[in-house]
């Protein structure tokens, strides 16, 4: 449960680690992201509850990070046990303080409970808004 939270926090707030092929070191993390595309899916029984959980952190982000330009929340259409959410920020430091609020941590204890196995996420650097 410990080590689901965890991967959760990181796919959340922290930049992913990816290895170099056949290096077996960590690839350099890119300095300039300010996107998130993350993919959680729900335990079995749980979707209502996934659902409900990212509804409320999506009014939190909204509520406690000014630097927060967009916050969506997604369903597969082919699998609606799997939910994405797509975040875009101003700025790193935006990115640095996502989920850095009392109440966004407290929710974070919950998600393990509602998750099935690891968040699947990239980080992406905006170019250009569209209409």
Same mark, same amino acid.
Request: proline share 7%; glycine share 6%; aromatic share 6%.
């Given at each position: 449960?410990?080590?689901? !939270? ?38 079995? *029984? ?13 009014? /939190?982000?909204?509520?406690? /990070? ?14 609606? /046990? ?16 996502? *989920? ?10 919950? !998600? *393990?409970? !509602?998750? /099935? ?12 808004? *569209?209409?």
């Amino acid at each position: 449960m410990k080590l689901i !939270l965890t991967a959760a926090l990181l796919a959340l707030s922290l930049p992913l680690v990816a290895a170099e092929p056949g290096a077996g070191k960590p690839a350099a993390q890119p300095s300039a992201y300010n996107t998130m595309f993350v993919k959680f899916r729900a335990r079995p *029984g749980k979707s209502q509850e996934m659902r409900a959980f990212w509804l409320e952190m999506q009014k /939190e982000v909204a509520r406690s /990070e000014p630097g927060a330009v967009q916050y969506d929340l997604l369903v597969m259409a082919d699998d609606p /046990e799997v939910y994405v959410i797509i975040e875009r920020y101003k700025d790193a430091a935006a990115v640095a303080a996502h *989920g850095q609020s009392q109440k966004a941590r407290a929710m974070f204890a919950r !998600l *393990g409970d !509602l998750m /099935e196995g690891a968040p699947e996420g990239d980080r992406m650097q905006l170019i250009s808004a *569209g209409p």
